[in-house]
């Protein structure tokens, strides 16, 4: 997934795909609402805070979908005969992937062609070959999201939630300052992402006992 496609493949797997428009600001017009995608290391506490949104959302009567990048990759996988677990994935040729990673973008362009959608995915991945991009150039291209929200939290809270999940998660204990070093390549990216796109980017901090306000900021950029 690291290593990019050829232009030329790249617009051969587009012609293939589902024709939503992506590559363009049509993509965004054509949307019912909005798209923001949401990101956030591992340990940020990110599915708490995308739960709080949720949440959010159903109290003030903001319709919205939630869509996870990774559960999208799968379904295209699956129905392909190519994996029967998400963790294979990860041994499917490289050509297979980004396929697999454009084809799930044209699928969530379709899903905001019909109203506003949250999308849970990742800055960056890490790997033991170094950090792979979640957002690469070529998915930015199709999506095109409106906004763009990093989950960000105290890096010593977050080094603790590793420590504490690593006995029942397959999850690194990693430093606070392993954490600061991923955030801050998160921070990297969406302000790469943003000149390249358009995109509006904030940041939603996770503090302890305050996910409702980290859950905010993503809804108000919603409405």
């Avoid at 300052?177 to 000149?195: D, F, I, N, P």
Wanted: charged content about 25%; aromatic content about 2%; some cysteine.
């Amino acid at each position: 997934m690291a290593k990019s496609p050829s232009r030329s493949k790249r617009q051969n797997l587009r012609r293939s795909g589902s024709g939503s428009g992506s590559g363009s600001d049509s993509s965004r017009t054509a949307r019912a609402g909005r798209l923001v995608v949401v990101t956030g290391i591992p340990g940020v506490g990110k599915t708490t805070v995308l739960t709080a949104a949720m949440e959010l959302c159903r109290e003030q009567g903001i319709s919205a979908l939630l869509v996870n990048y990774g559960d999208q990759m799968f379904e295209s996988a699956k129905s392909k005969c190519l994996v029967q677990s998400r963790d294979e994935m990860r041994r499917l040729p490289v050509s297979e992937q980004v396929a697999l990673q454009m084809e799930a973008a044209e699928r969530i362009c379709e899903i905001a062609a019909k109203g506003t959608v949250i999308l849970d995915t990742h800055m960056f991945i890490r790997t033991p070959r170094g950090y792979m991009p979640g957002i690469p150039s070529w998915v930015a291209e199709i999506l095109r999201p409106d906004s763009l929200v990093l989950v960000e939290a105290d890096p010593a809270e977050v080094s603790k939630r590793r420590l504490k999940d690593a006995a029942i998660r397959s999850r690194e204990a990693d430093s606070p300052e392993k954490v600061t070093e991923h955030q801050m390549l998160g921070r990297g990216g969406a302000a790469a992402l943003s000149v390249m796109t358009g995109c509006t980017v904030a940041i939603a901090y996770n503090r302890e006992g305050d996910v409702r306000a980290a859950a905010s900021t993503i809804v108000d950029l919603l409405r």
